[in-house]
């Protein structure tokens, strides 16, 4: 057969070389190379990429300096030091225990938490929206009467309850428990959009074309709404900062020995802590809000990255 | 042996309402239509909007779950999904798409959509595959700098081309084309059909031509079928359809092509409206009394019409004196 290609086509073996060369230099740029210069042209996105990525590897690489037990130990010398005195950046809580180190071991649980949960959660609400979204029929009903399940269940309510029962949990456990409860959103979501895409005709070119169908559905589909993807998991992301804190602010998120954030602001539920000692909490809640800002920036851009109608950056 | 025959193929497409969404009524989008094509020929397959011509043409290729009936290829009903997937059955058959920008991936680079059926059927080398995409591009008359470029920016012409090229990557013995020109402009249409014809020569590749405009069909098909609600009113040949056209529905159809000599324009406007006269005062006599079209009866080898058997013979006879006396 490759005979008659070759009889009608002027196209020979020997162009293959400079063609493909001629057509490189034509490219569309990669779709990393559209996201930088989508950054490079909103100014404030770039800013809170700045601080998001440095924020992210400082708390990571200095917390691997800190001691946490030493550090979480009473130090009545230091009984709610004002910031700058004995040393303490950030002076210390009512256990004369850093705030400045709690802050970066606190947030460094909490971010890694979050970025769990969000991993999990979303690859399985993306997974558990395209199956259903594609296939339709029987399988759409099963996953979604599974789905309707676990919308009935009282989610902070159950999380509460397993936490109590498991004996001994940890950062890990914890992020799995939020897992089972956090996908729903992203999979109804997803399914929407999925129902909507499986009807183009692009998917029926690809049936034609002898694709599998978990091939369409990653490959093809997938692609297609990876805007929507992007931006329902940053805000997710910043979502789901605020599930461990809130839960450990309520006293059953992390064990009362190892700080985050959430512990931190717990602080201020003494109105003496509010008032006089505002370093106890105001750091963690200041994090928090620039963190979900910053977050949800940097959603934007990439979604309008994704999307060649929104775009501000240079065009190619 | 027929390529591929079909066979009172009937797609019925549900629709569910109510509290239990259980299916309530049906659309019948293809209603018993039967009919053959042959090796290299060009076949039409021509109605108005919503007459079901799509739905027949995704069943040919399998995309579509028929209702009833059968479309035989090599002996084997490909209405079942496994005789589909043994018989490799799409890499014989594929498919032109009536929108050609829905058609292709927004997220694929065109080489990657073209290749697509290549890497799932035939497993060439990766040097192999791009001379073949690029000889493809060529083909259909699109330069090579296509090829990492995105769908969204070609034009509408060139998306068709992207298409076609896609189409005959796999060179398939039939092509169903889904109304491949009527998005594009007047001098492009003729441009895309003509290669259309030329690859048709070189390859020997038969196509199910799908219209809705009697007056393209007119240069590409040999044979026509005219689709009216899911059935089939009239078959014949080219010279059956436009000089001996029998049934008032493929008459309407005729008189709406446009007429582009301006000397005859008022004799064509006066014909266009006697046929619609016609078929306002006689639409009983032309269908049933549910106002669906009758089976088909042969009046001739190659010429079939929807009518009762005594009234197709009667007006095939009229025609036959017309044609005399003129
Ligand atoms: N998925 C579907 N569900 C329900 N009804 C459908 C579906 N697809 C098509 N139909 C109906 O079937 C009929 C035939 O549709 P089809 O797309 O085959 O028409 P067509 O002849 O291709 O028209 P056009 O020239 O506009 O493309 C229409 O009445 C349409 O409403
Ligand atoms: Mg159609």
């Not at chain 1, 109804?188 to 009807?199: G, V």
């Not at chain 1, 994090?287 to 959603?299: F, H, Q, R, T, V």
């Not at chain 2, 301006?262 to 006066?270: D, E, K, P, S």
């Not at chain 2, 016609?278 to 009394?289: H, L």
Request: include cysteine; hydrophobic fraction near 40%; aromatic fraction near 8%.
């Amino acid at each position: 057969m490759a005979e008659n290609f070759n009889q009608h086509s002027d196209v020979s073996a020997a162009d293959l070389a400079r063609l493909s060369q001629e057509a490189k230099s034509e490219a569309t740029p990669s779709t990393a190379r559209i996201i930088w210069d989508e950054f490079k042209a909103d100014k404030p996105a770039m800013v809170a990429l700045v601080i998001i990525v440095g924020f992210i590897l400082f708390v990571m690489i200095a917390s691997l300096f800190i001691n946490t037990p030493q550090m979480m130990q009473t130090d009545i010398m230091n009984y709610f030091d004002k910031p700058g005195t004995d040393g303490l950046l950030l002076g210390a809580d009512s256990g004369g225990r850093s705030v400045a180190q709690q802050l970066i071991v606190g947030s460094r649980n909490s971010i890694g938490i979050a970025l769990g949960l969000t991993a999990i959660s979303s690859t399985f609400g993306i997974c558990w929206g395209l199956i259903p979204g594609y296939y339709s029929g029987y399988i759409d009903w099963g996953m979604q009467r599974v789905y309707d399940f676990m919308m009935m269940l009282p989610m902070t309510m159950m999380i509460i309850v397993l936490v109590t029962i498991i004996p001994h949990y940890n950062a890990i456990t914890l992020t799995l428990i939020f897992s089972i409860f956090y996908w729903e959103g992203t999979s109804r979501l997803i399914r929407s959009r999925t129902l909507a895409e499986s009807q183009k005709d692009y998917v029926a070119a690809s049936k034609t074309s002898g694709t599998s169908n978990l091939k369409i559905i990653f490959r093809e589909i997938m692609p297609n709404i990876s805007s929507l993807i992007i931006v329902d998991t940053t805000l997710s992301f910043a979502e789901n900062i605020g599930v461990e804190t809130g839960l450990s602010y309520l006293g059953f998120g992390l064990p009362p020995q190892t700080p985050s954030l959430g512990t931190m602001i717990a602080n201020a539920n003494d109105p003496n802590n509010i008032t006089q000692y505002w370093w106890t909490w105001l750091p963690a809640a200041l994090e928090i809000i620039i963190l979900c800002l910053s977050i949800s920036y940097i959603g934007q851009v990439i979604r309008r990255a994704a999307d060649a109608s929104q775009r501000q950056g240079a065009a190619d | 042996m027929s390529l591929i025959t079909i066979q009172n193929l009937k797609v019925h497409y549900p629709i569910r309402s109510g509290f239990w969404n259980r299916v309530t009524d049906e659309v019948p989008a293809v209603d018993g239509i039967s009919f053959a094509i042959e090796a290299g020929e060009t076949y039409g397959l021509v109605g108005e909007s919503g007459s079901g011509k799509t739905t027949t043409g995704k069943s040919v290729v399998g995309l579509e779950k028929v209702t009833s009936g059968s479309i035989l290829y090599q002996g084997q009903d490909i209405t079942q999904k496994a005789n589909r997937r043994r018989l490799n059955y799409n890499r014989d058959v594929q498919m032109i798409f009536q929108d050609s920008l829905s058609s292709l991936n927004p997220r694929k680079r065109i080489e990657d959509i073209i290749a697509e059926p290549l890497r799932n059927f035939e497993h060439l080398s990766k040097e192999d595959e791009k001379l073949r995409v690029l000889q493809l591009l060529d083909i259909v008359g699109l330069d090579a700098d296509a090829l990492y470029k995105y769908p969204h920016q070609f034009s509408g012409g060139q998306r068709q081309r992207i298409g076609v090229a896609r189409a005959v990557a796999t060179n398939p013995k039939l092509i169903v084309a889904d109304e491949p020109v009527s998005a594009l402009d007047l001098s492009v249409q003729a441009q895309v059909l003509n290669f259309m014809k030329k690859i048709q020569r070189e390859f020997g590749i038969s196509y199910l031509f799908i219209s809705h405009d009697l007056g393209v069909v007119r240069h590409m098909c040999q044979n026509i079928a005219i689709m009216n609600r899911g059935r089939l009113v009239e078959i014949g040949t080219r010279d059956d359809i436009y000089n001996h056209p029998l049934h008032i529905y493929t008459k309407r159809l005729l008189a709406a092509i446009p007429e582009t000599n301006v000397a005859q324009r008022a004799a064509h406007r006066a014909s266009r409206l006697a046929v619609e006269r016609i078929y306002q005062e006689q639409r009983a006599k032309y269908y049933d009394d549910d106002g669906k079209a009758y089976p088909l009866v042969a009046v001739s080898p190659t010429h079939s019409v929807a009518l009762p058997a005594a009234l197709a013979h009667q007006l095939a006879q009229e025609e036959v004196q017309r044609e005399a006396q003129a």
